[in-house]
């Protein structure tokens, strides 16, 4: 699991925020959890090919750095960066052995990390590792598979997504494969942490007001699908928002 299955996605990566999921739910509910950047530093993890970086430097943060622990993604966002450049810095790096920054960041995102953490003690050390890169004060966004997504229930694929189990069993929850319906799809394998791995383990790093955020759809989807098109999204939710402070 982890970096070779993403090194070899690359630009293809890109393309999921143009399915209905990541338009008109995710992505809108994300930047709205977070909201207002301006004058403030982000650290992006698991920063993937740098949309969010990219999104919050224009939405007026002073400073964001990416990390990724694959190099193939992280290249595919400093060519973004060269072709259109905002002042985002990238690095490869592994979030369980995060260096220590020069300064410490206002706010850091963590959308899809945790779920790559082997056991519960990786996730703790993450969790510890991204505290000690936020000031006193400072917040954690992260976005993740709901914990309470039903694989027997209604599912996201007419949104994009397919989400299956794998069969495989991780300390922190079921192994996952999840595939972007794109052309030709693109498939990932990460867990799904228990609700509890999530917050036991950003508490013991020192995380306070930790609180699930749940993901509504857009006006925008709403009207571009109608309400009953969403039906299937709004009775088994594929993904769940947490906030947290330092």
């Known amino acids: ?84 450049p905002l ?9 369980s052995e995060l260096r220590p920054f020069e300064r410490q960041f206002d706010i850091a995102l963590a959308v899809q990390l945790l779920n790559y953490a082997p056991d519960v003690a990786t996730t703790e050390l ?38 299956v189990l794998t069969g495989g069993q991780a300390e922190t929850g079921p192994e996952v494969r999840t595939t972007a319906l794109l052309d030709p799809p693109v498939s990932f394998v990460a867990n799904r942490p228990r609700r509890e791995v999530y917050e036991d383990s950003l508490r013991a790093a020192g995380f306070s007001d930790v609180t699930w955020v749940p993901i509504s759809v857009s006006e925008a989807g709403v009207r571009t699908f109608g309400a009953d098109f969403w039906a299937d999204f709004r009775a088994n939710p594929p993904l769940e928002m947490l906030r947290c402070r330092a």
């Open 87 to 95: 002042g985002v810095r990238y690095e490869v790096g592994d979030v």
């Open 1 to 84: 699991m982890g970096v070779q299955q993403y090194d070899g996605i690359g630009e293809a990566y890109e393309g999921f925020k143009a399915l209905p999921l990541e338009q008109y739910a995710v992505v809108p509910g994300f930047l709205a959890l977070v909201g207002d950047v301006t004058g403030k530093s982000v650290l992006d993890l698991a920063s993937g090919t740098g949309f969010y970086s990219r999104e919050f430097k224009r939405r007026g943060a002073t400073e964001v750095l990416g990390v990724d622990i694959s190099g193939e993604m992280v290249a595919v966002a400093q060519a973004l960066e060269e072709r259109e």
């Open 126 to 163: 993450m969790c510890r590792r991204v505290h000690s890169s936020l000031k006193p004060g400072g917040e954690l966004f992260l976005l993740n598979q709901s914990p309470d997504f039903r694989f027997d229930g209604p599912t996201p694929e007419k949104y994009g997504f397919r989400s």
